[in-house]
């Protein structure tokens, strides 16, 4: 159980500090609130919602008529894909668990089970979308996910666990495989990240040629 004084890293928390310092001072630390509206960001939380209804069982034909055709071409991405001779385990799947003394929180898209290993699948909807865009997401995800399993006896090795982006928008599939020494320097990884932001005094910010995209740049004093 987790005690009063424990504190919760969740996914965004941990990548943001990972991806820069200062922009996690600005949002977690500050408080500063910036307001963005993002119509694909809509497009990918329609077709969540959609896709986690559709894999509980439930009937989604009314919610499928009403979307635009874009979203309905997404949608047909879905449903021909080969997941569908995947075993669905959990869908909108909220973890929390503990690893050293420290409590991870987040939640992933889908859990499906195929010939005796397990594999996270995230869906993806932009056509932007890059396996470097979501380098310590995928990390994240598969330390986790190896550790609830493997507690609940589900799997015995990291090798039995991988992790899959669907690009809904362009129809691809990136399968990102899983070992023990992957493991290892993984969650070392994210107990390193944890420990810089309770030690941190100062928030460097990395100064990238990207900054200018960061919704929080106007407000950084770097």
Request: some cysteine; overall charge positive; charged content about 25%.
């Amino acid at each position: 159980m987790q005690t009063n004084n424990a504190q919760t890293y969740t996914l965004s928390k941990l990548q943001m500090y990972d991806e820069c310092p200062q922009k996690y001072k600005l949002c977690y630390i500050d408080k500063v609130h910036i307001a963005e509206l993002n119509t694909q960001t809509q497009t990918g939380n329609n077709l969540h919602n959609i896709i986690n209804y559709y894999l509980k069982g439930m009937d989604v034909t009314k919610l499928i008529e009403a979307l635009p055709p874009s979203d309905k071409a997404l949608w047909h991405n879905f449903k021909t894909n080969e997941i569908k001779n995947y075993k669905i385990v959990e869908s909108e799947y909220a973890f929390n668990l503990k690893i050293d003394e420290h409590w991870l929180t987040g939640r992933i898209d889908a859990l499906f089970e195929f010939d005796g290993n397990y594999i996270i699948l995230d869906w993806k909807t932009g056509s932007s979308f890059t396996p470097e865009n979501v380098k310590f997401q995928t990390k994240f995800y598969l330390v986790c996910l190896y550790e609830i399993l493997k507690l609940k006896k589900l799997i015995n090795t990291p090798e039995e666990l991988s992790m899959q982006y669907l690009n809904l928008a362009t129809n691809s599939k990136i399968k990102i495989p899983f070992d023990s020494d992957l493991y290892i320097n993984y969650k070392k990884e994210i107990l390193e990240i944890i420990r810089k932001i309770n030690k941190s005094t100062t928030y460097f910010c990395n100064k990238k040629d990207t900054c200018k995209y960061c919704k929080y740049y106007r407000a950084c004093p770097f």
